[in-house]
């Protein structure tokens, strides 16, 4: 009969040598090849897998590309460009480009996150639409859209007018209409029936700049005439505008960063009229406004309040804060104290 006895000293020391359970000091030449390891989860030991944080077995890409919160912008826009700009959209296989639709027709392809079309007209509106292409050939159908209208450009007449029949004479209204009724208009937003044919009269002139360069951009109004629209100077500074003739006619000239001016003029009907070159009014009188506008900044007694003025003003108007109006004379004279200043 076999009775157990307890195992020696000498061979549990055996034992624990040879499972590595040794002096902790043992020099790393003596321990053998190193091995490298990967952390272990015990949650791991539930399903048997290991998390490496490497996709060993993702299989093919068949999700097209996420466009998340992605946007398309407009970074500038003229009368004929349109510059856009998108964030990228994201991709397990990566984005291989991108396909501009303008309108719904392929505008072009990029793999970058900008686009500039140069083949636009002034004043339309185009709608423009993205798709992403991942690199295992997944597109996506709808991404980022913009609506865009490109800037209106003022046609010269010169360019648009239609031809006249050598054997008629026309009216005066048949001579100028296509001013608002061409396509492009000259003059926009008119109103049906605003001008009336036994009034209409058309100004003509030119606005510059204080350096003298034409100054494209400026918009013309009639005064207190509704419904006659509008014009803008072209690149050479000039400008046609219909308008409802007799009596005294007033012209507004506004434009961004210049204070409006105006010009006034006797009209009668069905007729041309050229107006003196517009500068000063613009110019000029923002300067004084400048100078009033820093004096009544610096003290709150206007009546005795004065301040310096330029010397080559001319008759015209300009806003001041709280409602307040300037109105330069026509007889130009050094200016009284600023107490007799019409508020």
């Not at 989860?41 to 490497?54: E, K, P």
């Not at 000259?186 to 030119?206: E, K």
């Not at 006034?264 to 007729?271: H, M």
């Amino acid at each position: 009969m076999f009775t157990p006895t307890r195992p020696s000293v000498c061979f549990l020391f055996v034992v624990a040598l040879a499972l590595g359970c040794g002096d902790d000091d043992t020099p790393a030449s003596d321990a053998g090849p190193a091995v490298d390891t990967l952390p272990f989860d015990a949650s791991d030991a539930r399903d048997g897998s290991r998390d490496t944080g490497i996709d060993v077995d993702a299989g093919p890409d068949e999700t097209p590309p996420d466009w998340g919160d992605s946007m398309l912008v407009a970074t500038e826009v003229t009368e004929r460009s349109v510059a856009l700009r998108w964030d990228a959209a994201t991709d397990r296989s990566g984005i291989a480009r991108y396909v501009l639709l303008r309108d719904g027709a392929m505008q072009g392809e990029t793999s970058a996150t900008t686009f500039v079309d140069n083949t636009v007209s002034p004043g339309l509106v185009y709608e423009y639409a993205l798709r992403a292409i991942d690199n295992a050939g997944n597109e996506t159908l709808e991404g980022p859209s913009l609506v865009v209208t490109t800037t209106l450009v003022t046609p010269d007449p010169g360019d648009v007018a239609p031809a006249l029949d050598p054997e008629a004479y026309p009216g005066f209204v048949d001579r100028v209409s296509f001013l608002w009724e061409g396509v492009p208009a000259v003059q926009t937003d008119v109103a049906d029936g605003a001008i009336d044919p036994a009034r209409v009269s058309v100004m003509q002139g030119r606005v510059l700049d204080e350096e003298g360069t034409p100054l494209a951009g400026v918009t013309l109004r009639a005064l207190h005439q509704m419904g006659v629209g509008k014009t803008t100077t072209r690149e050479d500074g000039r400008f046609d505008l219909a308008f409802n003739g007799g009596g005294r006619t007033t012209l507004t000239f506004a434009i961004d960063g210049r204070l409006p001016a105006q010009r006034s003029l006797l009209t009668y009907y069905n007729d041309f009229y050229l107006l003196d070159d517009v500068l000063e009014s613009i110019t000029s009188t923002k300067m004084l406004v400048e100078e009033v506008c820093a004096t009544l900044e610096a003290t709150a007694d206007v009546e005795s309040t004065t301040t310096s003025w330029t010397d080559n003003l001319k008759p015209g108007s300009a806003s001041l804060p709280n409602e307040t109006t300037l109105w330069i004379d026509d007889d130009y004279q050094p200016p009284p104290p600023l107490k007799f200043l019409s508020l």
